[in-house]
């Protein structure tokens, strides 16, 4: 899936900064990502667990999962925003809920 470096907007980038995760994970997920279970109508969502293994706001965490949500629109990915969370043990593709 192709997203181009400015449908970067800049809340999203504000978001982004703020929840932790990078580009190269928006660019992971989108890619290499399953589908999201709490997309709202209108709206696609992908999911991807990286390992982390690393401090976020004091704690360690062994994993990040991140999900981006998003639009098609004109044939483009419009990325409406990216959340992570950190933890350990997220269900990852394949896994049984």
């Known amino acids: 899936m192709k997203n181009k470096q400015n449908n970067y ?5 504000e978001r982004m900064m703020q929840r932790g995760i990078a580009r190269e994970e928006i660019e992971t997920t989108l890619n290499k990502g399953w ?16 390992l ?19 639009k098609i629109k ?16 997220f269900p990852k593709k394949g896994d049984v809920k």
Do not use: C
Request: zero cysteines; proline letters at 2%; charged letters at 25%.
């Open 52 to 70: 982390y293994n690393a401090d976020w706001e004091g704690k360690q965490f062994e994993e990040k999962e991140v999900t981006v949500y998003y």
């Open 74 to 89: 004109n044939e483009r990915v419009v990325i409406l925003t990216a959340i992570a969370r950190y933890g350990s043990n």
């Open 35 to 50: 589908a999201a279970i709490d997309t709202k109508p209108g709206a696609l969502g992908k999911s991807m667990v990286f």
């Open 9 to 13: 907007h800049k809340h999203l980038i």
